[in-house]
């Protein structure tokens, strides 16, 4: 929207300013300009100093022909305080425009609603979309995920699967992720009983891949250190390694101190 602007000849606002100087005062809107409104340096190029050419809508460009950026120009106006005010109140006024969408929220009627609701069903019921739809490993997906982690792992280099030190929890030269494993490794060593930590992973028979928390070559024992309230997590390890023959212990709080009565 236009605005109105003052003419200094005679002092009336006019939203044509040019189209007035020209017919009503007889002036070239240049010369208006040079006489009233030009600033000190303005109309010489920032680079070269050579004058720059003079438009009616924007007065003279900050750089010569030579050296004009456009992009430049527009960004130097659009950071000019009165440029971000005329967009702050153009913006105001058309948000207060009850007739007008802009700055309002989508309005959800009952048949936009239902209009949705039909597009998702479809979608969903889609065997080719995969909206809704869990990824499905395959077999061979799976077996070459499980190499890819399996090299990570041996990988010295590699973070992968190794806990932060920012919260891992180090004895005997051992990186522990959890307090509860350090400190089952303390009472093995009490009680001079070898371990080792984490050595194997195994594919259990539900197809997912699990790794003990320790391995006791003296007992042949596979060993889980769980919280009583996370003792859900094992069951599925359990019914595995009781199935395939391996001896398999879980160690809790509760029991914790009586390690040697539970490997006997």
């Not at 190794?162 to 891992?168: L, N």
């Not at 009680?191 to 891949?209: A, D």
């Not at 919280?227 to 160690?251: S, W």
Request: net charge positive.
């Amino acid at each position: 929207m236009r605005q109105s602007k003052k003419c200094m000849v005679c002092g009336i606002d006019s939203k044509a300013i040019g189209t007035h100087i020209k017919y009503k005062h007889n002036i070239p809107y240049k010369e208006y300009y040079d006489l009233y409104l030009k600033k000190e340096n303005e109309g010489l190029c920032l680079v070269c100093k050579i004058e720059t050419k003079f438009t009616s809508v924007d007065g003279y460009s900050v750089y010569c022909k030579d050296h004009f950026n456009r992009q430049e120009q527009l960004k130097q106006m659009r950071s000019t305080v009165v440029f971000k005010d005329a967009v702050s109140k153009s913006a105001k006024e058309r948000a207060k425009d009850p007739n007008t969408k802009f700055g309002k929220p989508p309005e959800w009627t009952e048949e936009r609603k239902e209009v949705h609701s039909a597009l998702i069903k479809q979608l969903v019921e889609d065997p080719n979309h995969k909206l809704g739809k869990r990824y499905e490993y395959t077999e061979k997906g799976r077996d070459t995920i499980s190499q890819k982690c399996s090299e990570m792992l041996k990988d010295p280099n590699n973070k992968f699967g190794k806990p932060s030190r920012c919260w891992a929890i180090e004895y005997s030269g051992v990186l522990f992720k959890s307090s509860w494993e350090a400190q089952f490794a303390m009472d093995c060593d009490s009680y001079n009983i070898v371990w080792q930590y984490e050595p194997l992973t195994f594919k259990l028979l539900s197809g997912s891949r699990y790794t003990p928390d320790f391995y006791l070559p003296q007992y042949d024992v596979w060993v889980e250190v769980k919280p009583q309230y996370r003792l859900n997590e094992t069951i599925i390890p359990a019914q595995h390694f009781r199935e395939v023959g391996m001896k398999y212990l879980i160690i809790t709080e509760e029991n914790r101190h009586n390690i040697l009565s539970l490997l006997v």
